[in-house]
Nanobody, 128 residues
Framework: QVQLVQSGGGSVQAGGSLRLSCAVF????????MGWFRQGPRKEREGVAA???????SYTDSVKGRFTISQDNAKNTLYLQMSSLNLEDTAMYYC??????????????????????WGQGTQVTVSS
């Protein structure tokens, strides 16, 4: 049984930093991407960043240069380091494991919604 357990998040002032973690259990696909997604108030869920098994990454334009996705394969854990946070980053953040190997497609497309395994979500609130 695949299980993704998220931690981190919380409230921070604009300009601050947070790190999200996502521990993955029972995921055995050899070709995959791990991704972070978010859903802001009154918005659809969107892709934020993704990383494949080789470490190649992709980011949505609004977070490039501010967010860093990484993974620790020994710990089966995915991370999202978020810096220079702004009010537009306020959202519920979700991690997902997707059985596809193209990070840019995972960020931009619907593969995660259709085929992904999801974490429980964690709230990030940025205040001024």
């Amino acid at each position: 049984q695949v299980q993704l357990v998220q931690s981190g998040g919380g409230s921070v002032q604009a300009g601050g930093s947070l790190r999200l973690s996502c521990a993955v259990f029972g995921y055995t696909y050899s070709s995959y991407c791990m991704g972070w997604f978010r859903q802001g108030p009154r918005k659809e869920r969107e892709g934020v960043a993704a990383i494949d098994s080789a470490g190649s990454t992709s980011y949505t334009d609004s977070v490039k240069g501010r967010f860093t996705i990484s993974q620790d394969n020994a710990k089966n854990t995915l991370y999202l380091q978020m810096s220079s946070l702004n009010l537009e980053d306020t959202a519920m953040y979700y991690c997902a494991a997707v059985p596809f190997s193209d990070p840019s497609a995972v960020v931009a497309g619907q593969s995660a919604e259709l085929f992904g395994y999801w974490g429980q979500g964690t709230q990030v609130t940025v205040s001024s």
